[in-house]
């Protein structure tokens, strides 16, 4: 009995002292975890990325990656900001000296790495009248201080006018590339269109008129109607042969067209003249006047009575 005992003993004390090493090696210590269910393990250390001055997104000051023994630490896809300043990239002194942190170099240790800054200057550009493609008066560029900057690939645009140069706050032209060491603001010149008028006597039977010059925004009066046309009065000026009168004699115009060396034809806009043909009964009874158009024939009215008197004729009198 006792020997059983003993060998019950030595038996379970196997058992447990298995159970015990089993355990052991498969709990994870030194800071390292589990590597795949290999039996292995896997140190991992901590990235710091400082906005150093800055801000993310989402208001915080920094953000923390982790990464392999021996891996490379990806770079953040989201960049810090900070106004007036421009993000010149990660580097491992705070004060942003030596080179640039190499993102593909494994890592070792854990360690933090600093944004880098360099103040801001902005470039106004002023379209002057005129706005770019997304309907802005105005566009502007931050670049770094003391960065050389190349002229804008887009052109503002303007009705009636063409794009010349840029002008500096002296009002001189302002050459590419340029260093930039503090704001500035540059304004769009522009060259008005212009455009020609001519005048069509549509049908006059004498006269004439020269074209006429004018540039885009400026106002100045037709030239004074030159064409006779027998039978008709002059009513003014039409855009087609056809259409009803749209500027007076004289009047004072802009903006026929915003299209370059564009020229405009007017139309001499006629009214036929009308004359009143009055019938004088010489004390017959009464006959009431016609209003006749020019060159069309007046209808004889019913002749007039007289008592005592046979009616003759009509004589004519031009008054």
Known sequence: ???????????????????????????????????????????????????NGGAFADGSTSKEKQVAKGKAVEELTEKPVWKDHIFMGWYERKDGSGTAYNFSKPVTKSFTLYAKWTEA????FDANGGAFADGKASKEKQVAKGETVANLTEKPIRAGYTFVEWL????EKQDFPITVIKNIRLTAKW?????????????????????QSFEYDEAKRLSKNEFVKNGYDFKGWSKTKNGSKAYSDEERISNLTDENNKTITLYAKWGVKQYTVSFDSKGGSPVSSKTVDYG???????DPTRTGYTFVEWAMKVV
């Not at 200057?121 to 106004?124: A, E, F, P, R």
């Not at 060259?191 to 074209?211: E, I, L, R, W």
């Not at 069309?296 to 019913?302: E, G, L, T």
């Open 1 to 51: 009995m006792k020997k059983t005992t003993k060998i019950f003993r030595a038996t379970a004390l196997l058992v447990l002292t298995a159970m015990l090493s089993i355990v052991f090696m498969g709990c994870p210590g030194n800071g390292k975890t589990p590597s795949g269910g290999s039996g292995g393990s896997v140190t991992k250390y901590t990235v710091t990325f400082d906005a």
């Open 121 to 124: 200057v902005t470039i106004t």
């Open 168 to 171: 500096n706050e002296s009002g």
């Open 191 to 211: 060259k008005p269109h212009t455009y020609t008028v001519h005048f069509d006597g549509n049908g006059a039977d004498s006269g004439s008129m020269d074209d």
């Open 296 to 302: 069309v024939k007046v209808q004889k009215p019913s």
